[in-house]
């Protein structure tokens, strides 16, 4: 039995991945149900899942050398779409960057293309979340607590506290000498 490393196995799974999907890179508009691009969504994983463990591989390169024969026109149709989307959110994303504004903290959200009837999809960084609380008079009043403060909080911060662990390992230690 070959052991095949954790990381080995997943370069393994991302080759296959990248290599299928260049040739399978039909999209949901492409079909006329959602059923019928669930099915061929299946058959892909299916393949790839057989191609990374080694299973039927001929069969499958011999599927995927055919489908590629039979489908280059809408492969190459699809590579071009691919590759245009791509090309103006990278467009989109230079002119945003290239624009100047007086605040320039504030973070906008780069949209890009939407595909045939999808909503736009975020490729920029949204707004950020604002932390609450932990100004500087949070660090003064933590700064001013006795040393008993600050024990108690640390108890309760774990759901137990240093006494009751040291009374259960007494009635332990205890109980075991009477078995």
Not at 19 to 43: G, M, T
Not at 62 to 89: D, F, H, P, W
Not at 133 to 149: N, T
């Amino acid at each position: 039995m070959v052991v095949v490393s954790n990381s080995s196995h997943q370069n393994k799974e991302i080759n296959v991945r990248r290599r299928i999907s260049q040739i399978y890179n039909k999209r949901e508009e492409d079909f006329p149900s959602l059923k019928d691009y669930n099915d061929y969504l299946e058959e892909v994983e299916c393949m790839v899942f057989d191609l990374v463990d080694g299973i039927n591989v001929e069969a499958i390169e011999e599927k995927i050398k055919r489908y590629s024969q039979e489908n280059a026109q809408q492969i190459m149709v699809n590579r071009a779409r691919k590759a245009e989307e791509l090309t103006a959110a990278l467009a989109a994303c230079k002119a945003q960057q290239s624009q100047t504004n007086a605040d320039t903290s504030s973070n906008h959200v780069v949209t890009a293309p939407a595909s045939y009837g999808q909503a736009p999809r975020p490729t920029g960084m949204g707004p950020q979340p604002v932390p609450i609380g932990g100004g500087a008079a949070d660090r003064q009043r933590y700064s001013m607590e006795d040393e008993a403060m600050l024990r108690l909080k640390a108890e309760r911060a774990g759901g137990f506290s240093l006494e009751i662990s040291k009374k259960r390992a007494l009635e332990e230690a205890f109980a075991s000498i009477w078995v």
